[in-house]
């Protein structure tokens, strides 16, 4: 339903099979060249071992949230009212959006409690711009920030690519030196 990155940096949600119609259905995997060093989390098994933030190609996050990043403040908020991360990781969200993007951050999405399908999370989302996405699945926190938007194909069963500013993050469970921008 929503895939995140690239062919090297690759976060899907909404991912096919039988959950397929939950946002919390998973797929996440960052090519081998572009892990950061201290990388001590769950790697793919072929001959690539590629970083599998959910501990698996494929997976059931235990919750899945969005945040808007709202007007540009000289205070930024570094507690996220609602979500369901600590102040620890919310500091370091803060600290990659960086003072050119980070502003007030408000939760708008979360699956369990606004509803885990594609509809769901789109009547939340709507058009909003500078979307952080946060995937939890047991001790991994990890995620991606797009600049762009969701951009929704014509034609509801199609695909649509498009280009716009963003990056994947790990907030916990992945790195020695703890939260990690990539």
């Known amino acids: 339903r929503l895939g995140i990155g690239g062919l090297s940096r690759c976060l899907w949600l909404g991912k096919g099979g039988a959950a397929a119609g939950s946002?919390?259905?998973c797929g996440q995997w960052i090519h081998i060249?572009?892990?950061p060093d201290g990388y001590v989390g769950v790697r793919e098994s072929d001959e690539y071992g590629s970083a599998l933030f959910?501990?698996?190609k494929s997976f059931m996050a235990d919750e899945v949230e969005v945040i808007r990043v709202e007007s540009l403040s000289l205070l930024s908020l570094k507690v996220i009212?609602?979500?369901?991360f600590d102040a620890l990781q919310s500091a370091a969200l803060d600290r990659f959006l960086g003072p050119t993007i980070a502003g007030r951050l408000k939760l708008i999405y979360r699956a369990s409690r606004d509803g885990p399908s594609y509809?769901?999370?789109l009547r939340c989302v709507g058009d909003t711009k500078d979307l952080v996405f946060v995937v939890s699945k047991g001790e991994y926190v990890f995620g991606a920030f797009v600049s762009g938007g969701l951009q929704l194909p014509d034609d509801p069963t199609g695909?649509?690519?498009y280009d716009c500013d963003?990056?994947?993050f790990s907030l916990a469970g992945h790195f020695?030196?703890?939260p990690t921008k990539l």
Not at 81 to 84: I, L, S
């Open 81 to 84: 009212e609602g979500a369901n």
């Open 176 to 178: 020695t030196k703890g």
């Open 23 to 25: 946002m919390c259905s």
């Open 33 to 35: 060249d572009d892990v």
């Open 119 to 121: 509809g769901d999370l």
């Open 159 to 161: 695909v649509n690519e």
């Open 166 to 168: 963003g990056w994947q």
């Open 54 to 56: 959910g501990g698996s």
